[in-house]
Nanobody, 130 residues
Framework: QVQLVESGGGLVQPGGSLRLSCAAS????????MGWFRQAPGKEREFVAR????????????NYADSVKGRFTITRDNAKNTVYLQMNSLKTEDTAVYYC???????????????????WGQGTQVTVSS
C-alpha cells in the first residue's frame, strides 16, 4: 500500500511559477512510475507528466503532455520518497486540480493513462489568474 500526499498548490498570476510536491509512504518508492495528472472544471482528468526509475541503470525517463512540454519539469528524489512538478510560465489554462499517482513498473502498461496507476493522492488546487 502506498499513500500519496500532494502539496504546493495555490494561486499564481499568469507567467508565474509553482512547485508541487508529492510525498509517498512505503519503502518501495523507487519501484513505481510516478505521474502527475490534472482535472480542470468540467473536463476529464488528463495526463501531465511521468517519470520512471531504473535501479539497474540509475537512470530515469520523463515524458510530458504536449501542452506543458518546455514549461513543466518532473523530478523525483528516491531518498526522500518524493516526486516534484516544477511549473513555469503558467497559463490560465493550467488551472486545475493536480493529482499525483504511482504505478508499479510493469511491462505493457501505458503510463500516459490513468489505468496504469495503482495509487492516487487527494489532489492539490492550482489556480492561474490575474
Amino acid at each position: 500500500q502506498v499513500q500519496l500526499v500532494e502539496s504546493g498548490g495555490g494561486l499564481v498570476q499568469p507567467g508565474g511559477s509553482l512547485r508541487l510536491s508529492c510525498a509517498a509512504s512505503g519503502r518501495t518508492f523507487s519501484r513505481y512510475v510516478m505521474g502527475w495528472f490534472r482535472q480542470a472544471p468540467g473536463k476529464e482528468r488528463e495526463f501531465v507528466a511521468r517519470i520512471t526509475w531504473s535501479a539497474t541503470w540509475s537512470s530515469r525517463v520523463t515524458n510530458y503532455a504536449d501542452s506543458v512540454k518546455g514549461r513543466f519539469t518532473i523530478t523525483r528524489d528516491n531518498a526522500k520518497n518524493t516526486v516534484y512538478l516544477q511549473m513555469n510560465s503558467l497559463k490560465t489554462e493550467d488551472t486545475a486540480v493536480y493529482y499525483c499517482a504511482a504505478g508499479e513498473s510493469l511491462s505493457g502498461r501505458d503510463y500516459y493513462t490513468e489505468l496504469a496507476y495503482d495509487y492516487w493522492g487527494q489532489g492539490t488546487q492550482v489556480t492561474v489568474s490575474s
